[in-house]
C-alpha cells in the first residue's frame, strides 16, 4: 500500500508564504492527476488545486492568484506554493494521487496556520 507523506506546513504571519510537497513512500504508476485538498475545523474537506499528467491545472476560487500546484513526474511529488497567505487558509492540507477506476491514495495531512 502506498504512503503518501506531506511536509512544509506550519504557522506563518497573514500575507506570508509556505510550500507544502508531497512525495509517496513506495513505487506508484500512472498518476493521472494529483490534488491538494484542505479541510478547517467544522467544515467540510474542500479541493483546493488539482493538476493532471498533461500539466492542466485547476484551482478553487479562494486561491487563484496566491497558490500555485505543480509536480514533478520523475519524483512522483507534486507541490502546492501559496503565497499572500490569509487567516482564513487556516486549515490541514492533504495531498491525493488518483487514477481512475485503479487507486484513490490520501496523505494523512499537514497543519497550515496563519495568523493575522
Known amino acids: 500500500q502506498v504512503q503518501l507523506v506531506e511536509s512544509g506546513g506550519g504557522l506563518v504571519q497573514a500575507g506570508g508564504s509556505l510550500r507544502l510537497s508531497c512525495a509517496p513512500s513506495?513505487?506508484?504508476?500512472?498518476?493521472?492527476?494529483m490534488y491538494w485538498y484542505r479541510q478547517a475545523p467544522g467544515k467540510q474537506r474542500d479541493m483546493v488545486a488539482s493538476?493532471?499528467?498533461?500539466?492542466?491545472?485547476n484551482y478553487a476560487d479562494s486561491v487563484k492568484g496566491r497558490f500555485t500546484i505543480s509536480r514533478d513526474n520523475a519524483k512522483n511529488t507534486v507541490y502546492l506554493q501559496m503565497n499572500s497567505l490569509k487567516p482564513e487558509d487556516t486549515a490541514v492540507y492533504y495531498c491525493?494521487?488518483?487514477?481512475?477506476?485503479?487507486?484513490?491514495?490520501w496523505g494523512q495531512g499537514t497543519q497550515v496556520t496563519v495568523s493575522s
Open positions: 491525493n494521487y488518483r487514477r481512475w477506476g485503479t487507486y484513490d491514495y
Open positions: 513506495g513505487s506508484i504508476f500512472s498518476i493521472n492527476a
Open positions: 493538476i493532471t499528467s498533461s500539466g492542466r491545472t
